[in-house]
């Protein structure tokens, strides 16, 4: 959710599994602690056994609904477009199926590359593989993931964690919204 708000697809693809599988999930319990992993999650509410076939079935899904529910978050478009004027590389990187991924930007007429399925120590060995030198993110993990890699962690609290969570993550930055990353790009790239 660092670019884009994608709590009502999900919910919407949360309740439609529920529904098919007969299995009760607490879907606002869900949409407030995203970022880890779908399985993650799904061991929640699925025997270890089911979550496979759970988490193809979610996937499955998805597409159909949640890529029409999701919507840019306010100052996603400029926060970007900030970091490429300013001669920087912008993608990204994301706990989330990197198909489904891409499927938001299409809509959203976003055409940036994504590197999916990474989370954790994942995500700070893609920034040491690409040479990220900042990097935003809406969850503690991704803060984690940061300080792993030496990375400014610019933390944005869009998502299930609050300013002094990711603070004490370890944010470098922490502003209120994307828009604060446009505000410091310049001082980034001095």
């Known amino acids: 959710m660092t670019l884009v708000d994608s709590r009502p697809g999900i919910g919407a693809t949360y309740r439609a599994l529920s529904a098919e599988t007969g299995t009760p999930i607490d879907v606002d319990l869900v949409t407030s602690r995203?970022?880890?992993?779908?399985?993650?999650?799904?061991?929640?509410?699925?025997?270890?056994?089911?979550?496979?076939?759970?988490?193809?079935?979610?996937?499955?899904?998805?597409?159909?609904l949640a890529i029409p529910r999701v919507?840019?978050?306010?100052?996603?478009?400029?926060?970007?477009q900030a970091v490429l004027d300013a001669g920087g590389e912008a993608f990204v990187v994301t706990g989330?199926?990197?198909?489904?991924?891409?499927?938001h930007l299409q809509r959203l007429d976003v055409e940036l590359d994504v590197v999916g399925d990474v989370w954790r120590e994942g995500k700070a060995d893609v920034f040491r593989e690409r040479g990220v030198?900042?990097?935003?993110?809406?969850?503690?993990?991704?803060?984690?993931a940061c300080r792993s890699a030496d990375v400014v962690g610019i933390a944005v609290p869009t998502g299930p964690c609050?300013?002094?969570?990711?603070?004490?993550?370890?944010?470098?930055?922490?502003?209120p919204d994307l828009l604060g990353v446009v505000d410091l790009v310049p001082s980034l790239t001095a």
């Open 34 to 64: 995203l970022g880890p992993p779908l399985e993650h999650e799904l061991a929640n509410w699925f025997a270890a056994e089911d979550v496979p076939a759970a988490a193809d079935r979610y996937r499955a899904l998805y597409p159909e």
């Open 71 to 80: 919507e840019l978050l306010p100052g996603a478009r400029e926060a970007v």
């Open 96 to 103: 989330k199926n990197t198909h489904n991924a891409r499927l």
């Open 133 to 144: 030198a900042a990097y935003v993110g809406d969850h503690v993990h991704d803060m984690d």
């Open 162 to 175: 609050t300013a002094d969570e990711l603070r004490a993550a370890g944010a470098t930055h922490v502003v």
